[in-house]
């Protein structure tokens, strides 16, 4: 079974913050990926990384940074939090795209608090 | 991106019944997918039904997809309580990453 975990269930960060959210993944995916999750607004793509090094800006990314130096590691990172960056954060992965389509695996998320 | 619509928004019903959740989406796909998230955790996969598919099954799980509607719905025979979820479709339309709707919240009363 595809394992993708986060390093935190639970963070609090003060505003200003530089905050690092991580994902690993073991299954030897290309894709990651990081979204964030808001009541009434469902998933919204924040950056995904095809290759390690390689990164492509989502929906949202303003705010964000991200990093892969490693296959099965992605980071997300939050150079100055603020209180409008409180979210549930969630990471995925997948294979490269290939037939019959590409279903993604996540991890069990990350709700922080920004105050 | 745009993201697709679910409908309704939230939904309770009896354990026993049926639920049925729409999707509707506006670009075109390769194929659209139906995902399930528990309170306060991440998204387990479903189902995946490729755009020149009508209707796929999977255990309790039916799934139909109108590309001229552009629209797919979630039908859940016979729901149990452990159905009470939220339920998400997400549009795979060649781009790396999928769109995701905004989801489906089920209640399922004992």
């Known amino acids: 079974d595809v394992k993708v975990t986060q390093s935190s269930r639970y963070l609090v960060k003060r505003t200003g913050e530089k905050v690092f959210l991580e994902c690993v993944q073991d299954m030897d995916h290309e894709n990651m990926f990081w979204y964030r999750q808001d009541p009434g607004l469902g998933l919204r793509l924040i950056y995904f990384?095809?290759?390690?090094?390689?990164?492509e800006k989502g929906d949202i990314p303003e705010g964000y940074s991200v990093s892969r130096e490693k296959k099965e590691r992605f980071s997300l990172i939050l150079e100055s939090a603020s209180t409008n960056q409180t979210s549930m954060y969630l990471c995925?992965?997948?294979?490269?795209?290939?037939?019959?389509?590409?279903?993604?695996?996540f991890g069990p998320g990350t709700r922080l608090t920004v105050t | 991106s745009q993201q697709g619509e679910e409908d309704p928004q939230a939904l309770s019903i009896q354990e026993g019944e049926n639920a049925t959740m729409n999707c509707s989406y506006k670009t075109s796909i390769n194929n659209l997918q139906w995902y399930r998230q528990n309170s306060g955790r991440g998204l387990v996969h479903l189902i995946l039904i490729r755009s020149n598919e009508r209707e796929k099954h999977s255990g309790r799980l039916r799934v139909t997809l109108d590309t001229s509607k552009k629209s797919s719905s979630l039908l859940i025979t016979a729901s149990r309580a452990a159905d009470t979820a939220s339920y998400f479709c997400?549009?795979?339309?060649?781009?790396?990453?999928?769109?995701f709707g905004s989801g489906t919240r089920l209640q399922v009363q004992p």
């Open positions: 990384s095809y290759d390690v090094k390689m990164k």
């Open positions: 995925a992965s997948s294979l490269l795209r290939g037939q019959g389509g590409v279903r993604q695996y």
């Open positions: 997400a549009e795979d339309t060649g781009r790396r990453a999928l769109t």
